[in-house]
């Protein structure tokens, strides 16, 4: 499986906002998050890997689940990256 084909596009509802930055009801610490709709066989690994090539950041870890739409991965990015900066590249504001 090619990079390219990992990550589909993100996925956002007013709860992954919240995962930007952390929303003053939530710690802090659970903020800088992003989620994706990824490729239903990639692996965490897989998803890092892609992530980080892809928008020049570094992963802290990745969390995935399956829904009916899709796989979806929960990205946490390491200290110093922003997930908010990530956001602004791919549309989601």
Same mark, same amino acid.
């Given at each position: ?45 897989? =998803? %890092?890997? &892609?992530?980080?090539?892809?928008? +020049?950041?570094?992963?802290? #870890? /990745? ?11 929960? =990205? %946490?990015? &390491?200290?110093?990256?922003?997930? +908010?900066?990530?956001?602004? #590249? /791919?549309?989601?504001?």
């Amino acid at each position: 499986m090619k990079q390219s084909d990992i990550l589909i596009r993100p996925y956002v509802t007013e709860k992954t906002l919240n995962l930007l930055s952390g929303t003053p009801t939530q710690k802090f610490n659970d903020g800088n998050k992003i989620e994706f709709i990824v490729h239903r066989q990639a692996r965490k690994e897989d =998803i %890092k890997a &892609a992530f980080e090539e892809r928008f +020049e950041v570094k992963v802290e #870890r /990745v969390w995935t689940k399956i829904q009916k739409d899709g796989k979806h991965a929960i =990205i %946490k990015l &390491a200290e110093g990256y922003s997930a +908010e900066d990530v956001g602004m #590249r /791919v549309g989601v504001f």
